[in-house]
Structures are given as C-alpha cells and as structure tokens.
C-alpha cells in the first residue's frame, strides 16, 4: 500500500505540475485569442464549436468506459485480456468516429440555418463547423490509447503530451499575427491540425511502450465478440451521464446564444475556461487515484478501496478548496488583469462556475467508486436524468426573463442534489458507510472550508478586495500558506498526516 500511495503521489506531482504549466497557458492564449478576434468572432468560434462539441459527449463515456475495462485487466497482470480489451477497444471507437461524424455533418446545414444566432457570420460559422467535426473524429480515435497510458499510470508522458498541447495551441495564437486572412476560420484550423499532431503523437508512445498490446494482429470479432458487448452496455450507459455534462456546459452556450447573443457567449466561454482549469486541476488529483480504484476493486482488496475514496476525496477538496476561495473572491481583479477589455457578466459566471466545480469535487471519486463496480445503470440514468434538467429549467428562466446568471445558478443546485444521489448508489451497491464518509470527509473538508472563508471574509473586511499587482500577489501568498496550514491540522487526522509525512520524508526525517 505504501508503494501505491508514493506512485499516486508522484503521479499526481506529474500531472499537478502539467495542470498549473497548461492553466497559465489557457489562460494566456485566452486573452489574446479574444484580442486578435474579437469579443464577437470569439464567441462565433466557441458557440459553433460548442454546438459541435454537444455531439461528443461520447468522448467522455467511451474514455472513461475503456479505462475502466483496461485498468481491470492490467491489474490481473493478464497481457491477453489486455490485448483483447485493447483491441475491443478500437473497433468500437473506430466505428462510433465515423458514424457519429457522419451525424454530425448531417445536421450542419439545419443548425446553422435556423438554431444559431448568427446573422452575418454564416460561410465562416460553416467552415468552423467542418473542421470541429474533423477535431471530434480525431479525438474519438485517440481515445483507446490516452486510455492505455492512464490505465498503465504513465502520468509523466500524459503530462508531457498535454504539455505539448498546450505549446502548440499558444503557436497557433503566435502565428495567427502573419495571417491577414478570415482569422477565426484560420484559428479553427490550426486547432484541428494541433489535433491531429496530438493524436499521432499517442500513437507512437504507446507503439512504443506498450508494443505487445497495440500490435495490430486483429483479433478475429467473434472472439471478442462479448467483452464488446459488455463494453459497449457499459459505455451506453456512461453515455446518458456525459451527455448530461456536455448538454449543460454547450447547450447553455447555444441558449444564451439564441436569448443574449454572441457577446454573453464570450463571457460564458471564459467562466467555461476558468472552470475548466480548475476541473483538470482536480482531474490531475483524481486520474492518478481511479486506476488503483478500479484494480482494488477488481482484486477485492476493499479495505484499500474504501480507503482510496476517503483519502482521495478528501486530497481532491483540500486541493481545490486552497485554489477556489481567493479565486472567487478576488475575480474581479484577475480577470481585470487577465483581459484586455471584461465582457458584461463575465466576473458573476466565473464566480458562480468555481462554486459549480466546488460541489462537484465532492463527487470525482464517488462517480470512479461506482465505476469500479461496473453497476453503473441506475447512477447514469437517475444521475443524468437530473442534470439534463439544466437545459429546460434554464431555457424557461430565460423566457421568464431571469438573468444569464441563472445559467449556472441552476447546475449549482442541481449538483448539490446529485451528490446525495451518487452517495446513496454507492452505499447500495457496496458496504461503504455513510457516516464514516461524514466523519472522515465530509465535517473536516467543511470545516476548513468554513476557516478558510472566515479568513479571506476578514482581510477583505480590514484590506478591502485587491486592486493593484502588488496586493494580489500578497493576498495570493499569504491565503496559500493560511490554507496550507489550515489543510494540515484541520483537514487531515493524525493517520493521514503520518501517511503523509511517510512519502515526503525518509526514515532519518530528510525530504526524499
């Protein structure tokens, strides 16, 4: 167990490490992608892109689904199962590719005509929507082998391939400056070529590393044929759950779209960048536990099991609650400072959307527990059920004529009712206890949530929000060192303190 929990930590090093370096690039390419474009064509780009991006909502089931199957396998230590599984893997994602890209393309002409709000921009919106669909046939056929890294734990070549991305993706912002062509159009096409680069260069790792499983000696269908077929049951049932996210994050973009226009569409897509640099930030965390989730699991080491939900859960909150209350409270600010020029609503989105992602993480490892059972069809169609009431609870606010902000005020409540739900399922389909999960996760974690908010309540009170450089780079050092040590002798019990100080220091008390 020990061995586990220092590979765990160092692969969540590597993919922390990843997450911070691609966050300050995201960031960055944000604001001048908006300066280059502009606050229109912007958000031209995001919501045909976005629209685009509701059809792959198969992405996440398919990714997670084939994780789950290789992890299993790699954890009996069985190379023909993982071949078998390998192999299953890439038949379904080669056939989901075309067909669902087929669909998509389908419905082009339709979606452009009489869905999107986009008057004068209707011969680039077209181009935009064909190199989106190129992108999602490109990412569906990377799947199996982004899968097969995480599931072998090779975070450090997982964080050196999202490096890469983001180096490339901040290129493409560079050489957009020697185009005097349509640039929005132009952007859409380097970001599908970053794509393809990306996919090519999985491939090559894992032909490299994992030789004996991705060599294509095709397995003849009827051999596999059952293990497709559980794959296939379990990924359609994950299928209902991704489609719910998606629905919520680019459905709202297209509602907005059809009742505020394309410039709440771009401050809607930078409380969706914020958001979801902070989601990888607690992904990095949460990838690097769900392997040894799934493997315990499958070798019936269940008190280790139980132990990687607690821990990890409480790992991941401790994590973001340190990153998400300075965030909030001093937003104003940093997107003052980020962006050239702050769309209407962007500082109340972003806000709500790291109060969305705050109750969320109660959930990451809750949602790979049940995962790990392979009983997933009551969670996905209960669960998903739920989060698919974003769309028309929002869509009849609109018409009612609430705010954009109800956009993600609805997802905030719906969220906190799904982690009771997702609680509920994975007490009945294993013995975890509820009231170790309160007493282990959930009274810390609140507890020094509940400080950490009276600390920053009180220095804004005394100091008032920052306004210049030097006060947030003050405010920042000096809550990151409070939380820090709050984390530590509140947040975590003397066991997870003793675990703790035995992966970062050897025997004779020297760091490692």
């Known amino acids: 167990m020990v061995s586990n929990n220092r590979r765990i930590a160092k692969n969540s090093i590597f993919l922390l490490s990843r997450t911070i370096f691609l966050t300050i690039v995201t960031l960055y390419t944000l604001r001048e992608v908006i300066s280059i474009l502009g606050a229109e064509q912007f958000g031209l780009y995001t919501v045909v892109f976005g629209i685009v991006a509701m059809f792959g909502f198969v992405n996440g089931a398919l990714l997670s689904g084939t994780q789950r199957f290789l992890s299993v396998d790699i954890g009996k230590n069985d190379i023909n199962s993982i071949k078998n ?12 590719s075309f067909f669902l890209c087929f669909l998509i393309y389908l419905f082009r002409d339709y979606i452009i005509e009489n869905i999107l709000n986009i008057k004068n921009f209707k011969r680039e919106a077209v181009l935009i929507y064909n190199f989106a669909t190129l992108s999602i046939f490109i990412s569906i056929l990377q799947i199996p082998f982004s899968a097969l890294i995480t599931a072998y734990e090779k975070m450090q070549a997982f964080a050196y391939l999202a490096v890469l991305d983001g180096i490339l993706k901040l290129l493409v912002v560079y050489f957009l400056n020697f185009f005097d062509i349509n640039k929005v159009v132009l952007y859409s096409f380097f970001l599908t070529l970053v794509s393809f680069f990306i996919f090519i260069f999985n491939i090559l790792y894992c032909y490299i590393s994992f030789g004996r499983v991705v060599a294509f000696n095709f397995v003849a269908l009827n051999k596999i044929k059952l293990l497709i077929k559980d794959m296939l049951q379990f990924m359609g049932w994950n299928l209902i759950g991704n489609l719910s996210v998606v629905m919520r994050n680019q459905g709202a973009n297209v509602i907005l779209n059809i009742f505020f226009g394309l410039m ?23 990838n690097a536990i769900n392997p040894q989730i799934y493997k315990n699991y499958a070798n019936k080491n269940f008190k280790n099991y139980y132990n990687l939900i607690d821990y990890g859960t409480k790992f991941c909150m401790i994590v973001v609650s340190v990153v998400i209350f300075p965030l909030i409270f001093s937003m104003e600010y940093i997107l003052k400072l980020w962006l050239k020029s702050t769309p209407s609503y962007a500082v109340e989105l972003t806000q709500l959307g790291l109060v969305l992602v705050l109750i969320e993480s109660f959930s990451i490892l809750i949602v790979s527990a049940i995962q790990a059972t392979g009983n997933i069809k009551g969670t996905q169609i209960i669960v998903g059920t739920l989060l698919l009431l974003n769309i028309p609870i929002s869509y009849l606010l609109f018409m009612l004529g609430f705010s954009p902000k109800f956009i993600l005020i609805v997802p905030i409540c719906i969220a906190f009712i799904a982690f009771f739900v997702r609680i509920l399922f994975l007490i009945k389909l294993t013995n975890y206890r509820f009231k170790m999960y309160v007493l282990k996760v959930f009274m810390p974690i609140l507890t020094l949530q509940v400080f950490i908010l009276l600390g920053i309540l009180i220095y804004n009170y005394i100091f008032g929000t920052p306004q210049e450089l030097s006060e947030f780079i003050y405010f920042l050092i000096s809550f990151g060192l409070y939380s820090l040590f709050l984390s530590y002798f509140i947040g975590l019990n003397e066991v997870e303190k003793q675990k ?3 992966i970062v220091f050897k025997k004779d008390g020297k760091f490692r």
């Open 85 to 96: 599984t390998f192999i299953s893997g890439f038949y379904i994602h080669l056939l989901a």
């Open 264 to 286: 709440i569409n771009t401050a809607f897509a930078i409380s969706l960048t914020v958001m979801a640099a902070i989601s990888t930030l607690l992904s990095s965390v949460s």
């Open 500 to 502: 703790i100080r035995s």
